[in-house]
């Protein structure tokens, strides 16, 4: 089955600075790969989803890369603010039909002011 | 926007004790999940309906079945509530924002004395 990774380590970065946060697999490359935001005691809230065949996309203040030769996801933060701190979780899709997405551990983020 | 809703956000319950945790989604989706969270282990399935009366086991169904008897509404149930159930349960319902997106519930955290 697959397996997820990311960095289990806090992120501590200072405001107005970009976040990197990386999410890297095994086995098969999925159709698709999503990060989610959660917040203490909430659950997890989509963010973004990237395809297979989509090298990179964006949202506002958030990009996702998604390479698939080095099976791996980085999701950037620009100019990052204190309100992004957050855990921060890729999910792979096992199935392609979004029934068996499988978690990343997520990383937090901690944006200092 | 999509709302699942769970009923319980905290729960103290006994070493045997029978334990339901109800789930509530208002767009009509056709797909719902059980996921439980625990520091260190990321977010695992549990179960996942994709029909009124239909389930499908996750990777940790051991110890928990679940209910399906209309389509809002999916319950999950310990019969016999043990420790190591104590954890965080995030009910969510697929369809979000874009295809194969899921959308969670705010938790619930359980605690077995």
């Known amino acids: 089955s697959q397996k997820i990774e990311q960095n289990s380590e806090a992120l501590n970065i200072q405001e107005g600075k970009t976040a990197t946060l990386t999410c890297n697999y095994t086995?098969?490359?999925?159709?698709?790969l999503q990060w989610y935001r959660q917040d203490p005691g909430r659950g997890p809230v989509f963010l973004l989803l990237i395809r297979e065949n989509e090298k990179e996309k964006r949202k506002e203040r958030l990009k996702v890369t998604f390479d698939t030769t080095l099976k791996q996801s980085l999701f950037h933060i620009t100019a990052s603010q204190p309100a992004d701190s957050a855990t921060y979780l890729c999910a792979l899709d096992q199935d392609n039909a979004g029934n068996m997405l499988t978690f990343g551990g997520g990383t937090r983020l901690m944006v200092k002011p | 926007d999509v709302k699942v809703t769970q009923s319980s956000r905290y729960l103290v319950k006994r070493t045997g004790e029978k334990v339901f945790l109800e789930c509530v989604q208002d767009?009509?989706?056709?797909?719902m999940f059980w996921y439980r969270q625990d520091p260190g282990l990321g977010l695992r399935l549990i179960y996942f309906?994709?029909?009124?009366?239909?389930?499908e086991k996750g990777d940790i169904p051991e110890g928990y079945s679940v209910s399906r008897e209309k389509k809002e509404r999916f319950s999950l149930i310990l019969e016999s509530a043990s420790t190591n159930q104590t954890s965080m349960y995030l009910c969510a319902s697929l369809g979000g924002p874009g295809a194969n997106v899921l959308t969670f519930g705010a938790g619930s955290r359980l605690t077995v004395l």
């Open positions: 767009m009509d989706h056709e797909n």
């Open positions: 309906s994709y029909d009124v009366k239909m389930k």
């Open positions: 086995n098969y490359s999925p159709a698709y």
